[in-house]
């Protein structure tokens, strides 16, 4: 303790003799000026590295400070010392901001970046720096930061679901030489560490996954069972951390799979080769579903916000429920346009559409050289009278530049 020590420098036994004292004396007033140097020299910067007042608070005060700060900064703050970083990642910060209220959706985009495989990227706030304001007035203050992890595994659009602080990576094949697989990948986005999970039922060869009821995750694809093709649909409950024991076969001649579905009011809609088919979870059976809610999922652009199905298909942003059917997304006022045959991906966040597209510069497309533009868009939504849904874009940006030989994989955002 730093009062223990303290008492040390002081004599036990006080000496009354008054020789000494003036001894005493005589030495506090010729180390005086030596004192009156030091003080001097303090304006000199010092080169050895300072420890962080802040981190020398107690633990409790620094989890309650930083657990308070919105996540959208965490990237900006991992950069300020290892401690930091560690701090960020740790899981009492998360049982803090869960018990303070602060939890948030944070937007998690994943690429595939040409030529070292699959990477994750988070949404957050570049590090404040020195605008006019023309420039600030153009900038939305939003980028994607890398989030740093390691054995990666590989993705697809169809493949990757989030539920809570977690991401879901079902039935991606880890390699070019496998045609199917049951994998389960599930990144934490608190540590920013990937774990395996139990692996489905079977080995799919196509597959989509999606919520149901925000509860649990489903999987949808086909398999091979002696040489023949056929359906199948897999549970999983992520508190028991288990998936049904038996898949819900689907005895309808329908062809394969392929990796388009949606949940929407309790069903499951999928597209297979010849019809289409939506599962009733309540009533545990078949149904047969119309063609046209697929017309808009072909592209891969589009997702499910709080039970409404939206699509950027072709750059015309369209929404459906099983009442109205598909109508146009009115509103969108300041949204540029996509080129035709740009890549879009919809994703939702915290109950708004996040809308990721890619642009490429004019000049030869072949070029290594030439980059492609990442840009992002937030769009709230508000459910009016008449069955009409509008989009009020809150902001759009560049937020990330890429190789041209990059593509964008998927869209979602994790509650940490």
Same mark, same amino acid.
């Given at each position: ?104 959706? +944070?937007?998690?985009? +994943? ?60 039935? &991606? ?76 076969? +689907? ?26 088919? %939506? ?23 589009? +997702? ?7 699509? %950027? ?14 109508? &146009? ?6 949204? @540029? ?47 009016? @009278? ?31």
């Amino acid at each position: 303790m730093w009062w223990s020590q303290s008492l040390s420098y002081f004599p036990l036994n006080m000496s009354s003799n008054g020789e000494e004292r003036l001894t005493e004396m005589k030495k506090k007033r010729k180390t005086t000026p030596r004192i009156t140097t030091k003080k001097k020299k303090k304006n000199k910067p010092s080169t050895t590295p300072q420890s962080s007042p802040f981190l020398s608070l107690p633990d409790d005060l620094v989890l309650n400070i930083v657990a308070r700060v919105p996540r959208l900064y965490y990237p900006t703050l991992s950069l300020v010392s290892k401690s930091f970083r560690s701090l960020l990642a740790s899981p009492e910060l998360y049982k803090v901001r869960s018990l303070l209220g602060k939890t948030e959706s +944070c937007l998690y985009v +994943c690429i595939n970046w040409f030529p070292e495989g699959f990477r994750w990227f988070t949404l957050c706030r570049k590090p404040d720096q020195t605008l006019t304001n023309d420039e600030k007035k153009k900038s939305s203050g939003y980028v994607l930061a890398s989030v740093p992890m390691t054995n990666t595994p590989h993705a697809d659009f169809a493949s990757v679901v989030a539920l809570g602080s977690d991401i879901y990576n079902i039935g &991606v094949p880890q390699s070019s030489r496998e045609a199917s697989s049951s994998s389960v990948f599930i990144l934490d986005c608190r540590s920013h560490t990937w774990r395996q999970a139990p692996s489905l039922p079977v080995e799919l060869f196509t597959v989509s996954v999606g919520l149901i009821d925000g509860k649990k995750i489903y999987a949808a694809g086909f398999f091979d069972a002696n040489s023949e093709d056929k359906n199948s649909l897999s549970v999983f409950d992520p508190k028991t951390q288990a998936w049904d024991p038996v898949p819900i076969p +689907c005895s309808e001649p329908l062809g394969v799979f392929y990796r388009h579905s949606a949940c929407i009011d309790g069903k499951l809609h999928v597209a297979a080769q010849n019809m289409n088919v %939506a599962y009733n979870f309540k009533e545990a059976r078949w149904d047969s579903s119309q063609r046209v809610i697929y017309y808009h999922m072909i592209s891969n652009s589009f +997702c499910v916000v709080e039970n409404v199905l939206y699509s %950027a298909s072709h750059g015309a942003f369209k929404w459906y429920d099983t009442e109205a059917g598909w109508r &146009v997304l009115q509103g969108l006022v300041g949204l @540029p346009k996509f080129p035709h045959d740009s890549c879009v991906r919809l994703g939702n966040f915290g109950g708004k559409l996040a809308v990721l597209w890619e642009t490429i510069p004019y000049g030869n497309v072949h070029c290594s050289l030439i980059k492609k533009m990442i840009w992002c868009a937030v769009i709230e939504l508000e459910r009016r @009278p008449n069955c009409e849904i509008w989009g009020k874009v809150e902001w759009f940006d560049h937020v990330l530049t890429v190789s041209i030989y990059s593509t964008l994989e998927s869209v979602v955002s994790a509650t940490v």
